[in-house]
């Protein structure tokens, strides 16, 4: 798995779907940043994430709004920070 609990973590890929839904998908989720808060027992390698996400999805003739709550662990990159040393012991001196 790409996240663990609590990470905080950018969405990078949409799962396959038809075309014009992973579009609109697209449009509206990469880039976001969400919180894994828990595993989804629903589905397999998914986080439910700290902060629901209102969507549009063009189903034709009409678009169809819906809440995105869970996402697929392989979606999300996480966000984590460098270790910052007090000291930087790898610099060579001159």
């Known amino acids: 798995m ?5 990470d905080m ?5 949409i799962p396959d ?6 579009a609109a998908l697209e449009a509206q989720l990469v880039g976001r ?4 808060v828990a ?7 998914s986080w439910l994430i700290e902060t629901p996400i209102a969507l549009a999805v063009p189903c034709w003739p009409t678009t169809v709004e ?11 990159q996480p966000v984590r920070g460098v270790p910052v040393h007090d000291e930087q012991l790898d610099e060579v001196t001159a």
């Not at 940043?33 to 894994?36: A, G, L, M």
């Not at 995105?68 to 979606?75: K, P, S």
Request: with cysteine.
């Open 2 to 6: 790409n996240c663990k609990l609590g």
């Open 9 to 13: 973590a950018c969405v990078v890929r």
């Open 17 to 22: 779907c038809a075309p014009d839904v992973k």
């Open 33 to 36: 940043f969400v919180r894994c």
């Open 39 to 45: 595993l989804a027992t629903e589905c397999a390698a």
């Open 66 to 76: 819906m809440t995105l709550t869970a996402i697929e662990d392989f979606c999300l």
